[in-house]
C-alpha cells in the first residue's frame, strides 16, 4: 500500500513539474517575443506571433 502511495506521489510531482516547466517556457517564449516585436517596432499581429510560436 506504500509502495502505491509513493507511485502516486512521484506521478503527481513530476506532472507538477512538467505543468510549471510548461509555464515557465511560456513566459521565457512571450518575453522573447515581446523583446523581439519592441526591436522591430511593429505591431504583434497574428501572423508574427504564430511565426514566434512555430520556432
Same mark, same amino acid.
Given at each position: %500500500? $506504500?509502495?502505491?502511495?509513493?507511485? #502516486? %506521489?512521484?506521478?503527481l510531482? #513530476? *506532472?507538477?513539474?512538467?505543468?510549471? *516547466? $510548461?509555464?515557465?517556457? +511560456? +513566459?521565457?517564449? #512571450? %518575453?522573447? *517575443?515581446?523583446?523581439?516585436?519592441s526591436? $522591430? $517596432? +511593429?505591431?504583434? @499581429?497574428h501572423? @508574427?506571433? +504564430?511565426?514566434?510560436?512555430?520556432?
Amino acid at each position: %500500500m $506504500r509502495d502505491f502511495w509513493q507511485r #502516486s %506521489m512521484i506521478r503527481l510531482y #513530476s *506532472s507538477e513539474a512538467l505543468e510549471y *516547466s $510548461r509555464f515557465l517556457f +511560456v +513566459v521565457q517564449h #512571450s %518575453m522573447y *517575443s515581446q523583446q523581439l516585436i519592441s526591436k $522591430r $517596432r +511593429v505591431r504583434p @499581429t497574428h501572423q @508574427t506571433l +504564430v511565426q514566434l510560436i512555430k520556432k
